[in-house]
């Protein structure tokens, strides 16, 4: 018989930013809801991200950026999971995203977007929907 294993995602802050407030309550819900949550920390490299990712072998990745960064570090952490052969592991952001950026974001693969006040219950519903996906692919 094959356990089932909670579903496991990666939290963590690319970039400069400093501010916690938003990834600690995402982070809660998703553990509330029975998810296995790693936080990569802030103040972390995408390679450091992509590397945290492959050895946690997690299902989702979610990124957290108020600082601006956006469209300087999600496209390394894109370019460092292809390198890696690890392109399937869904991306999601949360964070402070100009409408401008959001559609390049979601052009370059990002799963989903979310930004200030996003219902956590819907960022728990995306977070199984992309694991389930990803499962799915992987079984096929």
Known sequence: MIEKRPIRVLLAKPGLDGHNRGINLV????????M???YGGMRVTPEQV??????????VIG???????????????FRALRESEAR???????GIVPPMDERELLDMGIAR???????LDDIVDCV?????????RETA
Not at 27 to 34: I, N, P, V, Y
Not at 113 to 119: A, E, R
Not at 130 to 135: G, I, K, T
Request: charged share 25%; glycine share 12%.
């Open 88 to 94: 399937d592991i869904p991306v999601i952001v949360g």
């Open 113 to 119: 977007v979310f930004g200030p006040g996003s219902d």
């Open 36 to 38: 296995e949550v790693l």
């Open 50 to 59: 992509v590397e945290m990712a492959l050895q946690e072998d997690v299902d």
């Open 128 to 136: 199984q929907e992309l694991a389930r996906s990803r499962l799915e």
């Open 27 to 34: 982070g809660k819900a998703l553990r509330d809801a029975g």
């Open 63 to 77: 990124l957290s950026i108020f600082s601006g960064g956006l469209m300087t570090v999600v496209p390394k952490i």
